[in-house]
Protein backbone atom coordinates (compact mmCIF):
# COMPACT_ATOMS: atom_id res chain seq x y z
CA UNK A 1 0.00 0.00 0.00
CA UNK A 2 1.49 3.05 -0.90
CA UNK A 3 2.80 5.38 1.76
CA UNK A 4 1.82 8.72 0.28
CA UNK A 5 -1.73 7.75 0.52
CA UNK A 6 -1.95 8.08 4.32
CA UNK A 7 -3.24 10.59 6.40
CA UNK A 8 -3.03 11.77 9.96
CA UNK A 9 -6.24 13.08 12.00
CA UNK A 10 -6.62 14.02 15.85
CA UNK A 11 -10.03 12.01 17.33
CA UNK A 12 -12.53 14.51 19.21
CA UNK A 13 -11.05 12.33 22.11
CA UNK A 14 -7.26 13.58 21.10
CA UNK A 15 -6.17 10.04 19.68
CA UNK A 16 -4.12 10.14 16.65
CA UNK A 17 -5.38 8.29 13.74
CA UNK A 18 -3.04 6.80 10.54
CA UNK A 19 -5.14 5.99 7.40
CA UNK A 20 -5.01 5.00 4.04
CA UNK A 21 -7.04 7.73 2.17
CA UNK A 22 -8.03 7.34 -1.75
CA UNK A 23 -10.82 9.28 -2.95
CA UNK A 24 -13.83 8.47 -4.88
CA UNK A 25 -14.37 8.38 -9.03
CA UNK A 26 -17.33 10.64 -10.11
CA UNK A 27 -20.46 8.59 -8.75
CA UNK A 28 -18.24 5.81 -6.51
CA UNK A 29 -19.14 5.55 -3.09
CA UNK A 30 -16.23 5.06 0.27
CA UNK A 31 -15.48 2.55 1.01
CA UNK A 32 -14.27 2.03 4.92
CA UNK A 33 -12.13 -1.32 5.88
CA UNK A 34 -11.59 -1.91 9.60
CA UNK A 35 -9.27 -4.64 10.50
CA UNK A 36 -8.95 -6.95 13.21
CA UNK A 37 -6.32 -8.83 15.47
CA UNK A 38 -3.04 -8.58 15.04
CA UNK A 39 -3.14 -6.94 12.15
CA UNK A 40 -3.06 -3.48 10.57
CA UNK A 41 -4.36 -1.14 7.42
CA UNK A 42 -2.09 -3.71 5.23
CA UNK A 43 -4.59 -6.50 6.01
CA UNK A 44 -6.41 -4.84 3.34
CA UNK A 45 -3.89 -4.88 0.68
CA UNK A 46 -5.60 -6.90 -1.72
CA UNK A 47 -8.83 -5.47 -1.32
CA UNK A 48 -7.54 -1.56 -1.66
CA UNK A 49 -6.07 -2.42 -4.95
CA UNK A 50 -8.92 -3.82 -6.15
CA UNK A 51 -11.08 -1.61 -5.45
CA UNK A 52 -8.81 1.67 -5.81
CA UNK A 53 -8.25 0.49 -9.82
CA UNK A 54 -12.07 0.84 -9.87
CA UNK A 55 -12.81 4.31 -8.51
CA UNK A 56 -13.91 3.33 -4.88
CA UNK A 57 -13.14 5.72 -2.28
CA UNK A 58 -11.22 4.27 0.47
CA UNK A 59 -10.53 5.04 4.26
CA UNK A 60 -8.31 2.16 5.42
CA UNK A 61 -7.49 2.91 8.86
CA UNK A 62 -4.74 1.29 11.42
CA UNK A 63 -7.17 0.91 14.43
CA UNK A 64 -6.53 2.23 17.82
CA UNK A 65 -3.56 0.31 18.98
CA UNK A 66 -2.09 -0.79 15.70
CA UNK A 67 0.50 0.98 13.08
CA UNK A 68 0.88 4.03 13.44
CA UNK A 69 -2.23 4.98 15.05
CA UNK A 70 -1.68 5.98 19.00
CA UNK A 71 -1.88 2.78 21.13
CA UNK A 72 -3.44 4.06 24.72
CA UNK A 73 -2.27 1.62 27.56
CA UNK A 74 -5.78 2.06 29.03
CA UNK A 75 -8.26 -0.57 28.02
CA UNK A 76 -11.24 1.95 28.32
CA UNK A 77 -10.21 3.22 26.18
CA UNK A 78 -10.91 0.53 23.49
CA UNK A 79 -14.88 0.21 24.23
CA UNK A 80 -16.23 -0.60 21.19
CA UNK A 81 -18.60 2.50 21.03
CA UNK A 82 -15.76 4.96 21.36
CA UNK A 83 -13.98 3.33 18.42
CA UNK A 84 -17.18 3.70 16.26
CA UNK A 85 -16.99 7.59 16.85
CA UNK A 86 -13.32 7.67 16.01
CA UNK A 87 -14.17 6.19 12.37
CA UNK A 88 -17.08 8.51 12.27
CA UNK A 89 -14.45 11.55 13.06
CA UNK A 90 -12.09 10.17 9.72
CA UNK A 91 -15.28 10.35 8.17
CA UNK A 92 -16.18 14.20 9.11
CA UNK A 93 -12.90 15.09 8.68
CA UNK A 94 -12.57 13.87 5.03
CA UNK A 95 -16.32 15.25 4.40
CA UNK A 96 -18.27 11.80 3.59
CA UNK A 97 -21.73 12.06 4.61
CA UNK A 98 -22.42 7.63 4.38
CA UNK A 99 -20.05 5.22 3.62
CA UNK A 100 -19.71 1.20 2.93
CA UNK A 101 -18.55 -0.33 6.14
CA UNK A 102 -16.44 -3.75 5.73
CA UNK A 103 -15.02 -5.18 8.99
CA UNK A 104 -12.52 -8.66 9.68
CA UNK A 105 -12.08 -10.14 13.14
CA UNK A 106 -12.24 -7.31 15.77
CA UNK A 107 -13.05 -4.95 12.82
CA UNK A 108 -16.59 -6.46 12.51
CA UNK A 109 -17.16 -5.42 16.36
CA UNK A 110 -16.19 -2.24 15.60
CA UNK A 111 -18.70 -2.48 12.68
CA UNK A 112 -21.47 -3.85 14.76
CA UNK A 113 -21.01 -0.62 16.85
CA UNK A 114 -21.61 1.61 13.60
CA UNK A 115 -24.99 -0.03 13.15
CA UNK A 116 -26.17 0.47 16.32
CA UNK A 117 -24.79 3.71 16.97
CA UNK A 118 -24.50 5.46 13.52
CA UNK A 119 -26.70 3.92 11.26
CA UNK A 120 -27.29 6.87 9.47
CA UNK A 121 -23.91 7.41 7.80
CA UNK A 122 -23.88 4.16 6.04
CA UNK A 123 -25.20 3.09 2.97
CA UNK A 124 -24.41 -0.67 3.69
CA UNK A 125 -22.23 -3.04 6.21
CA UNK A 126 -20.28 -6.21 5.11
CA UNK A 127 -18.80 -8.66 7.73
CA UNK A 128 -16.21 -10.90 7.22
CA UNK A 129 -16.05 -13.77 9.37
CA UNK A 130 -16.80 -12.45 12.08
CA UNK A 131 -20.98 -11.75 11.70
CA UNK A 132 -23.18 -8.73 13.42
CA UNK A 133 -21.79 -8.95 17.26
CA UNK A 134 -25.34 -8.08 19.48
CA UNK A 135 -24.37 -5.06 22.28
CA UNK A 136 -24.95 -7.47 25.48
CA UNK A 137 -25.85 -7.49 28.85
CA UNK A 138 -24.30 -10.10 30.20
CA UNK A 139 -20.96 -10.41 31.73
CA UNK A 140 -18.06 -11.77 30.03
CA UNK A 141 -18.27 -15.70 32.16
CA UNK A 142 -21.90 -15.50 31.62
CA UNK A 143 -21.65 -15.20 27.94
CA UNK A 144 -18.26 -17.58 27.79
CA UNK A 145 -20.73 -20.40 29.89
CA UNK A 146 -23.27 -19.76 27.45
CA UNK A 147 -21.84 -20.00 24.15
CA UNK A 148 -19.66 -23.03 25.95
CA UNK A 149 -23.01 -24.99 26.46
CA UNK A 150 -25.03 -23.89 22.73
CA UNK A 151 -21.46 -25.37 20.86
CA UNK A 152 -20.36 -27.93 22.89
CA UNK A 153 -16.59 -26.66 23.58
CA UNK A 154 -14.99 -23.87 24.35
CA UNK A 155 -14.46 -20.99 21.46
CA UNK A 156 -12.71 -18.32 23.55
CA UNK A 157 -10.88 -19.47 26.02
CA UNK A 158 -7.73 -17.72 24.48
CA UNK A 159 -9.41 -14.46 25.48
CA UNK A 160 -8.95 -14.96 29.45
CA UNK A 161 -5.02 -15.87 28.64
CA UNK A 162 -5.01 -12.21 26.41
CA UNK A 163 -6.38 -9.82 29.42
CA UNK A 164 -3.96 -11.38 31.56
CA UNK A 165 -0.87 -9.04 32.94
CA UNK A 166 1.98 -10.48 31.16
CA UNK A 167 0.40 -11.37 28.22
CA UNK A 168 1.97 -8.88 25.89
CA UNK A 169 5.48 -9.91 26.88
CA UNK A 170 4.91 -13.13 26.91
CA UNK A 171 3.30 -12.88 23.61
CA UNK A 172 6.36 -10.68 22.04
CA UNK A 173 9.41 -12.49 23.26
CA UNK A 174 7.75 -15.42 21.38
CA UNK A 175 6.38 -14.18 18.10
CA UNK A 176 7.17 -16.62 15.59
CA UNK A 177 5.28 -19.39 17.97
CA UNK A 178 2.15 -17.15 18.07
CA UNK A 179 2.12 -16.36 14.54
CA UNK A 180 2.45 -19.98 13.47
CA UNK A 181 -0.70 -20.15 15.38
CA UNK A 182 -3.04 -17.72 14.44
CA UNK A 183 -2.12 -18.72 10.98
CA UNK A 184 -1.68 -21.71 11.20
CA UNK A 185 -1.96 -24.01 7.65
CA UNK A 186 -3.92 -26.40 9.49
CA UNK A 187 -7.03 -24.17 10.78
CA UNK A 188 -8.00 -27.33 12.95
CA UNK A 189 -5.18 -26.48 15.20
CA UNK A 190 -7.17 -23.99 17.14
CA UNK A 191 -9.53 -26.30 18.36
CA UNK A 192 -6.70 -28.17 20.05
CA UNK A 193 -4.45 -25.05 21.13
CA UNK A 194 -6.11 -21.65 21.13
CA UNK A 195 -9.53 -22.27 22.27
CA UNK A 196 -9.42 -24.09 25.61
CA UNK A 197 -8.70 -22.23 28.23
CA UNK A 198 -5.19 -22.22 29.16
CA UNK A 199 -3.89 -23.66 25.48
CA UNK A 200 -3.13 -20.63 23.56
CA UNK A 201 -1.22 -19.29 26.75
CA UNK A 202 0.90 -23.34 27.00
CA UNK A 203 1.43 -22.92 23.21
CA UNK A 204 3.39 -19.85 23.39
CA UNK A 205 5.09 -20.54 26.71
CA UNK A 206 6.41 -23.61 24.99
CA UNK A 207 7.27 -21.35 22.13
CA UNK A 208 5.45 -24.59 20.35
CA UNK A 209 5.74 -23.99 16.42
CA UNK A 210 3.27 -25.32 13.50
CA UNK A 211 3.23 -24.54 9.45
CA UNK A 212 2.56 -21.39 8.55
CA UNK A 213 -0.46 -20.68 6.05
CA UNK A 214 0.73 -21.44 2.68
CA UNK A 215 -1.47 -19.01 1.01
CA UNK A 216 0.47 -16.10 2.28
CA UNK A 217 3.85 -15.15 1.24
CA UNK A 218 6.79 -15.03 3.51
CA UNK A 219 7.42 -12.14 3.90
CA UNK A 220 4.10 -10.65 4.08
CA UNK A 221 4.05 -12.71 7.33
CA UNK A 222 7.47 -10.94 8.65
CA UNK A 223 5.77 -7.65 7.51
CA UNK A 224 3.17 -8.58 9.70
CA UNK A 225 5.33 -9.85 12.58
CA UNK A 226 7.60 -6.41 12.31
CA UNK A 227 4.78 -4.14 12.81
CA UNK A 228 3.16 -6.02 15.43
CA UNK A 229 6.38 -6.04 17.67
CA UNK A 230 6.98 -2.39 16.61
CA UNK A 231 3.89 -1.20 18.21
CA UNK A 232 4.03 -3.84 20.98
CA UNK A 233 0.94 -6.02 22.12
CA UNK A 234 -0.55 -4.02 24.87
CA UNK A 235 -3.06 -1.84 22.78
CA UNK A 236 -4.05 -5.48 20.60
CA UNK A 237 -5.54 -6.70 23.87
CA UNK A 238 -7.17 -3.57 24.84
CA UNK A 239 -9.57 -5.36 23.18
CA UNK A 240 -9.95 -8.43 25.17
CA UNK A 241 -9.16 -6.72 27.90
CA UNK A 242 -12.41 -4.56 27.76
CA UNK A 243 -14.46 -7.31 26.93
CA UNK A 244 -13.26 -9.84 29.59
CA UNK A 245 -13.09 -7.32 32.31
CA UNK A 246 -16.88 -6.44 31.54
CA UNK A 247 -15.97 -2.44 30.99
CA UNK A 248 -18.39 -1.39 28.24
CA UNK A 249 -21.61 -3.25 29.81
CA UNK A 250 -22.94 0.07 30.42
CA UNK A 251 -22.11 1.56 27.64
CA UNK A 252 -24.43 -0.54 25.27
CA UNK A 253 -27.24 -0.65 27.41
CA UNK A 254 -27.79 3.11 25.94
CA UNK A 255 -27.94 2.05 22.28
CA UNK A 256 -31.54 2.87 20.78
CA UNK A 257 -34.04 -0.36 21.12
CA UNK A 258 -34.63 0.76 17.34
CA UNK A 259 -30.61 0.00 16.54
CA UNK A 260 -30.18 -3.36 17.69
CA UNK A 261 -31.54 -4.73 14.27
CA UNK A 262 -29.92 -3.36 11.03
CA UNK A 263 -32.17 -1.94 8.51
CA UNK A 264 -29.52 -1.35 6.02
CA UNK A 265 -28.12 -3.54 3.66
CA UNK A 266 -26.01 -6.23 4.91
CA UNK A 267 -23.28 -8.75 3.42
CA UNK A 268 -21.63 -12.07 5.55
CA UNK A 269 -18.86 -13.49 4.14
CA UNK A 270 -18.47 -16.68 6.38
CA UNK A 271 -15.33 -19.14 6.54
CA UNK A 272 -16.38 -22.66 6.42
CA UNK A 273 -13.06 -23.12 8.49
CA UNK A 274 -12.95 -20.70 10.64
CA UNK A 275 -13.29 -22.54 14.04
CA UNK A 276 -14.08 -19.94 16.30
CA UNK A 277 -16.43 -17.77 14.45
CA UNK A 278 -18.63 -21.07 13.06
CA UNK A 279 -20.36 -19.86 10.15
CA UNK A 280 -23.85 -21.79 11.12
CA UNK A 281 -23.69 -19.29 14.10
CA UNK A 282 -22.32 -16.04 12.49
CA UNK A 283 -25.41 -17.33 9.86
CA UNK A 284 -28.09 -17.70 12.64
CA UNK A 285 -27.09 -14.32 14.30
CA UNK A 286 -27.42 -12.15 11.34
CA UNK A 287 -30.68 -13.67 9.85
CA UNK A 288 -31.91 -12.81 13.28
CA UNK A 289 -30.53 -9.44 13.02
CA UNK A 290 -30.89 -7.73 9.47
CA UNK A 291 -34.03 -6.95 8.79
CA UNK A 292 -33.11 -5.01 5.16
CA UNK A 293 -31.27 -7.05 2.46
CA UNK A 294 -29.05 -9.51 3.59
CA UNK A 295 -26.31 -11.62 1.22
CA UNK A 296 -24.75 -14.21 2.69
CA UNK A 297 -21.74 -16.35 0.47
CA UNK A 298 -19.83 -18.83 2.29
CA UNK A 299 -15.69 -19.43 1.46
CA UNK A 300 -13.64 -22.66 1.80
CA UNK A 301 -11.31 -21.00 4.08
CA UNK A 302 -9.78 -20.53 7.39
CA UNK A 303 -10.62 -16.90 9.29
CA UNK A 304 -8.46 -15.40 6.98
CA UNK A 305 -10.63 -15.27 3.85
CA UNK A 306 -9.57 -11.64 2.16
CA UNK A 307 -5.80 -13.29 2.01
CA UNK A 308 -7.21 -17.07 1.34
CA UNK A 309 -9.58 -16.45 -1.03
CA UNK A 310 -9.24 -12.85 -2.13
CA UNK A 311 -10.20 -13.12 -5.68
CA UNK A 312 -12.88 -14.84 -4.84
CA UNK A 313 -14.21 -12.08 -2.24
CA UNK A 314 -13.25 -9.11 -3.81
CA UNK A 315 -15.83 -10.20 -7.09
CA UNK A 316 -18.48 -11.16 -4.64
CA UNK A 317 -18.13 -7.65 -2.30
CA UNK A 318 -17.87 -6.04 -5.87
CA UNK A 319 -21.20 -7.49 -6.93
CA UNK A 320 -23.04 -6.92 -4.17
CA UNK A 321 -21.44 -3.36 -4.26
CA UNK A 322 -22.86 -2.58 -7.37
CA UNK A 323 -26.37 -3.73 -6.68
CA UNK A 324 -26.68 -1.39 -3.78
CA UNK A 325 -29.03 1.69 -4.58
CA UNK A 326 -26.69 4.68 -3.60
Known sequence: ??????????????????????????????????????????????????????????IVPDMLGYGGTDKPTDAVD?????IAQDLVDILDAEKIDKAIAVGHDWGSLVVSRLTNYFPDRFIAFAFLAGGYSSPSTLKFAESYAKVTEIVGRELMGYWYFFAEDGAPELIEKNIDSFYSLVLADDPKVWISDLTPRGACKAWVEGNKKTKLASYLPENEIERQKTEILKGGLTGPLNYYRTKVFDLDLEDVQAIPQENLVIHKPVFLATALQDYVALAPMQKAAMVQRAKGPLTIKDFDTSHWIMWQEKEKLNQELLVWIQGLVL
Open 78 to 82: YKLGL
Open 1 to 58: MDSTFYKSLSTRRSLKYNYFFSSPAAGKPVLLFAHGFPCTSYDWRYQVTFFKEKGYGL
